[in-house]
């Protein structure tokens, strides 16, 4: 079974950027697609980013499109999360998340089954 963690995450004021970090272990990471993830309070859990298991294809959330960068090392078992020009609205618990066995590259949370615990952004001035 393949675990992840966030880290990262932190307070940034408006327009300024960030990375976030999602280490892996367990199964063999290079073999899944994986995703970023994110909730704010009193929101559903909303897509942002994934990313095929050889990091050939991205696709993102209309929300985040041009201004988030999502990328993988196999190497070192780590995908990222770049954000730039970020806005209040960005802020909520980011998380990363393995796709199930099979699945290539998913919008859609219910064909992850491998989560972390999250890591929080704040975006305020």
């Known amino acids: 079974q393949v675990q992840v963690v966030e880290s990262g995450g932190g307070l940034v004021q408006p327009g300024g950027s960030l990375r976030l970090s999602c280490a892996a272990s367990?199964?063999?990471?290079?073999?899944?697609?994986m995703g970023w993830f994110r909730q704010a309070p009193g929101q559903h859990r909303e897509f942002v980013a994934a990313?095929?298991?050889?990091?050939?294809?991205?696709y993102y959330g209309d929300a985040v499109k041009g201004r988030f960068t999502i990328s993988r090392d196999n190497a070192k078992n780590t995908m990222y999360l770049q954000m730039n020009s970020l806005k209040p609205e960005d802020t909520a618990v980011y998380y990363c998340?393995?796709?199930?066995?099979?699945?290539?590259?998913?919008?859609?949370?219910?064909?992850?089954?491998?989560w972390g615990q999250g890591t929080q952004v704040t975006v305020s001035s």
């Open positions: 998340a393995a796709a199930r066995p099979g699945i290539v590259l998913s919008s859609v949370s219910r064909e992850y089954d491998v």
């Open positions: 367990g199964r063999t990471f290079s073999g899944n697609g």
């Open positions: 990313i095929t298991w050889n990091g050939g294809g991205t």
